[in-house]
């Protein structure tokens, strides 16, 4: 399955910088929405700056900002409980 979302996030960076200067953020890929947002539960859990969305030619377009994320994430909680209920 190709991948459809993305998560971005922070990366703190330990010890000394090599010549070469690291990014100071990391993208990784996912195929469907439920695993992009389990995996930016976790980089939430660990306090960093996390933001989500769809990768082009995905429609419909998505953009989760940093600061919209942990509702984001709640949502996947809500609709399963929905589900249970």
Do not use: C
């Not at 992009?36 to 960093?48: D, H, Q, S, W």
């Not at 942990?70 to 399963?80: F, G, K, L």
Request: charged content about 35%; hydrophobic content about 35%; aromatic content about 8%.
């Amino acid at each position: 399955m190709r991948p459809t979302w993305y998560v971005t996030f922070e990366i703190r960076k330990r010890g000394l910088l090599s010549k070469k200067e690291r990014s100071p953020r990391e993208t990784r890929t996912f195929a469907t929405e439920a695993e992009a947002k389990t995996f930016a539960r976790v980089k939430l859990e660990e306090g960093l700056v996390v933001s989500a969305g769809t990768i082009n030619p995905y429609s419909p377009k998505r953009l989760i900002l940093a600061h919209d994320v942990a509702s984001w994430v709640d949502e996947q909680i809500e609709s399963n409980e929905d589900r249970r209920g």
